[in-house]
C-alpha cells in the first residue's frame, strides 16, 4: 500500500531521532527523502527496515535505499472451472479414477511407442 507523507515524516523522525540525520536543518533533504519514500516505497515495509536497520547496531546514519522498501507482490490465483475442480478433487480422494487415469495414459505412452521413429533414420 503507497506511503502518505505523514507516514513518510514519521519514519523520517524515527530516523532523526536516533541517527541525527539533518533533517530539521535541511528542508530539501527532508523533502527529497519523503518524496522517494511517497512514490517509491510502502509504509509497513520501509518502516520495519528502519527499525531492522536501527537494531542491526549501525552507528552510520543510513542511506535511502536502505530504508526504501516496497511490499512484496502477490500472485492471485485465477478461480478455476468446474471441471478442473472436479478431476482435482477426484484426484486427491478418488484411488479409482486415479489409477483408470494412470492405465489409460500408460497405453496412450505404449501407443506412441509403437509409432516412434528411431532417431538413426
Do not use: C
Request: aromatic share 10%; no cysteine.
Amino acid at each position: 500500500m503507497p506511503m502518505t507523507t505523514k507516514e513518510a515524516a514519521a519514519i523520517l523522525k524515527l530516523l532523526e531521532d536516533v541517527y541525527d540525520m539533518g533533517f530539521n536543518k535541511s528542508e530539501s533533504k527532508a523533502k527529497t527523502w519523503i518524496n522517494f519514500l511517497v512514490e517509491d516505497g510502502d509504509y509497513e515495509p520501509s518502516l520495519q527496515m528502519a527499525k531492522r536497520y536501527i537494531k542491526d547496531g549501525n552507528t552510520y546514519p543510513p542511506k535511502l535505499p536502505h530504508i526504501l522498501k516496497k511490499q512484496p507482490k502477490t500472485v492471485k490465483e485465477e478461480p478455476v472451472d468446474e471441471k478442473t475442480a472436479k478431476h482435482r478433487w477426484r484426484m486427491k480422494n478418488d484411488p479409482e479414477y486415479v489409477a483408470r487415469r494412470k492405465k489409460i495414459l500408460d497405453d496412450f505412452r505404449k501407443k506412441l511407442n509403437e509409432f516412434e521413429v528411431s532417431n538413426d533414420e
